[in-house]
């Protein structure tokens, strides 16, 4: 996904919610329009998922940082923020191109088993997806006619980072057995870290059983993270790949 249509759907949201959620006070109370509703909490969810992969070299960065909305519920701090939005989208539409955090053809491969992806990365993918950069998520990436096998293999040659979503139905699986071994090897060769398992709906110890190689990678579990957290999580890895240049 683009980050500048992310950010135009931000700002569409934005709006939408100006006019849709804005509550009014009891007359007589001194309390400003305010705004509440379920639309509003999402929508406040995926701007700090956005706002992760705001690159340094933007002016306003501080400023979406330091924005009242976080603090205050307030109608007139939406306002300031449709208006940040709109100023962000200036920025790149006057040829501040957003930088590449690696230079990968992806920042991520989504490893996984095919019965997992309805159930869980579909979503995940979804919210790694608002930090507008490139997955290789072989469900959007492969065409009709691909030679599948070819593709996958270079996507994993092709990509700064694996989230290896572990579960039961990984294990034993050729082509999940395939890639997290290309990766393994990856990783010893190149001697950085390359590896985030994300533990889906198993134990530590299970995963040690199968693959002890990992048992020494910290992890990170479904259980404790929802999807839009682990792409927050994520996004921290790559601005400290980024500052190590």
């Known amino acids: 996904m683009n980050m500048a249509f992310t950010v135009n759907e931000l700002l569409q949201q934005a709006v939408d919610i100006r006019k849709t959620e804005i509550q009014q006070p009891i007359p007589g109370m001194a309390i400003p329009p305010y705004i ?22 933007c002016p306003l960065k501080d400023e979406f940082a330091n924005a009242r909305i976080w603090k205050k519920e307030l109608a007139s701090a939406l306002d300031e923020m449709i208006g940040l939005l709109s100023s962000y989208l200036e920025w790149q539409d006057s040829g501040q191109a957003m930088p590449r955090i690696s230079g990968k053809q992806y920042d991520l491969f ?32 492969l065409q009709w006619g691909d030679k599948w096998k070819e593709r996958i293999l270079e996507g994993v040659a092709k990509s700064e980072f694996a989230i290896i979503v572990v579960s039961d139905n ?28 994300l533990l889906y709906n198993i134990s530590s110890e299970t995963m040690a059983e199968h693959y002890p190689t990992l048992s020494d990678i910290q992890y990170i579990e479904s259980t404790k993270y929802n ?8 996004a921290r890895q790559l601005i400290q790949r980024l500052k190590r240049g």
Do not use: C
């Not at 290309?182 to 398992?197: A, S, T, V």
């Not at 999807?227 to 994520?234: G, T």
């Open 110 to 141: 989504l490893s996984h088993a095919n019965k997992d992806k309805i159930v869980y990365v579909d979503a995940l993918y979804a919210s790694l997806s608002k930090l507008g950069i490139p997955i290789f998520y072989d469900k959007e990436v």
């Open 227 to 234: 999807s839009d957290e682990i792409a927050l999580l994520f």
């Open 36 to 57: 509440s509703g379920s639309k509003f909490n999402k929508w406040r969810a995926d701007m700090k998922v956005m706002m992760a992969s705001i690159p340094d070299s």
């Open 170 to 197: 990984f294990f034993g699986r050729e082509w999940t057995e395939k890639e997290l071994s290309e990766f393994l090897h990856r990783q010893d060769n190149e001697g950085q870290k390359l590896i985030l398992p």
